[in-house]
């Protein structure tokens, strides 16, 4: 059971030039037309598309030159705005999650947590926000006070459903292990539980990052007095019929949600640099 | 003649099924296992093998019966972590290092630590991990994260050791060199070990001893003796007294798999 004279070795190098070639094509395989081109090709198409309705209908679309103009005539007013709500969607939803997260934590430890609490939480996302924001308005005012609450609301239930089924979902030969050696429920939560739930949690982030954007807007719009946020923005152009300014504010909040979305996605491959999501791409 | 290291003693455990009857998992199992020693628990699937590792784990409470490692109960080994626990599946937390997963265990429930545990980096090198120490649990193959699920029950240096068909999901070859590997474990860091498996070759390649159990109702049939010399050679392995043993546990499996069949 010699081995035979030409069998290969198991692994292969080849010369570094072929190596470096393959890393340098893995890296700029986003240039490559194939890539971007039917994205590029799908915008060329609606903007034509929008051109051509904007000419026919100018009361729906204001044509792109005009948009163009709006933000470049005054961008520190975009910019202002733009941060306003940036601030009130991440504020919020930081206010959000840490409530979302301790109390997943005590729903998934303390049944009488969860029997009290679950009813609750749901009533409340089933609940329409736009419905609740002029309320909370009307008892904090035009200041950020009411557009943190609905934010955190609006990103509130995502997060406690995720996490309390991150958190519950250990494998039981796992739990079996570190039962057997009387690990304490803090060890198990700390060291377990936790970054077992975490796949769980940036699943929850990723719908909640751009959402805490959608909350922000709607808190300002339902605060017909309130001095900045693009949600104002909107509606105050939109009053004086200036489609162009309001054009340019949607195109913004797209411009932030999408950016949003960008940062989860990276920080998430980061750190979950072990779990099957970043390993089957 | 050393006490005991477990002792089973008439233990019952039922289990109301979904029309709120009982199911027999286990009906009056007697078990003894002298401190030392190696002990197979054999038999057919729903003959309660797993559950009662389960409860001397300290996992499930019996409903009738007592059960004691060193004369405690399961939960307060436990506590004392004098066991080392190896399931079916490796159960490595899949973002820590092989060896942060073998030094978790040591982490948690640090006051009950030994004075004298083994160093978990010269436990892997034995074990032939030594490579694979900073990799994380998904590069390894299905053998060596089971490799290093027994390395994590050793380096916690158990008096009890129990394993719940840890080699079952392997092929042949990985499950011959892990039952070497576990073997050599054994003779260096001595613990009482339970091994629960459904091969006869497994059983009687490892064990002193081995417990046949049958089931509709869980229980145990017949404790044969394995009195073949240690270290168990690949000699030995093809022996006629090894095939003996063989040749008469499997005559007892078939026995208690025709009780589960039959009723």
Not at chain 1, 207 to 227: N, Q, T
Not at chain 2, 4 to 22: C, K, M, N, Q
Not at chain 2, 48 to 72: H, N, Q, W, Y
Not at chain 2, 229 to 258: C, G, K, M, Q
Request: net charge neutral; with cysteine.
């Amino acid at each position: 059971m010699s081995q035979s004279v030409g069998t290969p070795p198991a692994t292969l190098t080849p010369p570094p030039e072929v190596v470096a070639a393959r890393r340098r094509r893995r890296r700029l395989a986003v240039l490559r037309p194939a890539y971007w081109m039917p994205f590029a090709v799908l915008l060329v198409v609606l903007g034509l598309l929008w051109q051509l309705g904007a000419d026919k209908l100018p009361y729906l679309l204001p044509p792109l030159g005009e948009v163009a103009d709006a933000v470049t005539r005054d961008p520190g007013y975009f910019l202002h705005h733009a941060w306003v709500t940036l601030r009130n969607a991440l504020l919020g939803l930081a206010l959000g999650f840490v409530a979302a997260f301790v109390l997943a934590v005590l729903v998934s430890e303390l049944p009488v947590v969860r029997r009290a609490v679950m009813p609750v939480a749901v009533v409340l996302n089933v609940t329409p926000l736009v419905a609740i924001a002029p309320a909370l308005v009307v008892a904090f005012g035009f200041g950020p006070e009411p557009k943190l609450i609905v934010t955190a609301l609006i990103c509130f239930f995502p997060i406690l459903i995720n996490t309390a089924i991150g958190l519950r979902s250990v494998p039981r030969e796992v739990l079996a292990v570190y039962r057997s050696v009387h690990a304490s429920r803090g060890e198990l939560l700390r060291h377990v539980r936790i970054p077992t739930a975490l796949p769980y949690v940036f699943a929850a982030l990723q719908i909640v990052f751009p959402l805490s954007v959608v909350g922000a807007v709607v808190a300002e719009m339902s605060a017909a007095g309130s001095a900045d946020g693009l949600g104002t923005s909107i509606q105050v152009a939109s009053s004086m019929n200036n489609l162009a300014v309001v054009w340019a504010a949607i195109l913004v909040l797209a411009l932030m949600g999408s950016t949003l979305l960008l940062v989860v996605t990276v920080l998430q491959r980061r750190v979950l640099h072990w779990h099957e999501s970043a390993r089957n791409r | 003649m050393p006490a005991p290291a477990i002792r089973v003693d008439a233990v019952r455990r039922h289990y109301v099924l979904e029309d709120f009857t009982e199911l027999v998992a286990l009906h009056d199992v007697d078990l003894t296992v002298p401190a030392g020693r190696f002990v197979s628990v054999i038999g057919p699937s729903g003959c309660g093998k797993s559950t009662l590792l389960r409860i001397m784990a300290g996992l499930e409470e019996p409903d009738a019966g007592t059960v004691t490692l060193g004369g405690v109960s399961p939960t307060e080994a436990a506590a004392d972590k004098r066991i080392g626990l190896v399931p079916q599946a490796p159960a490595l937390l899949p973002w820590l290092s092989v060896l942060d997963n073998v030094r978790l265990p040591r982490r948690v429930n640090r006051g009950a630590n030994k004075a004298d545990l083994p160093d978990p980096v010269a436990l892997l090198e034995r074990a032939g991990l030594g490579d694979a120490l900073h990799q994380l649990p998904h590069q390894l193959s299905g053998g060596m994260q089971q490799r290093a699920a027994i390395v994590r029950a050793f380096a916690l240096h158990p008096e009890v050791l129990l394993m719940d068909e840890p080699f079952s999901a392997l092929d042949e070859l990985t499950r011959e060199s892990l039952q070497e590997q576990l073997l050599d474990l054994w003779s260096q860091l001595t613990a009482t070990v339970v091994f629960v498996t459904h091969s006869v070759s497994e059983a009687v390649r490892l064990s002193d001893q081995v417990v046949v159990m049958a089931p509709k109702p869980g229980r145990v049939v017949e404790t044969v003796d394995i009195d073949l010399p240690r270290p168990r050679t690949a000699d030995l392995i093809r022996s006629p007294e090894f095939h003996d043993h063989e040749i008469v546990l499997r005559e007892l499996l078939r026995w208690s798999y025709e009780q589960g069949a039959a009723r």
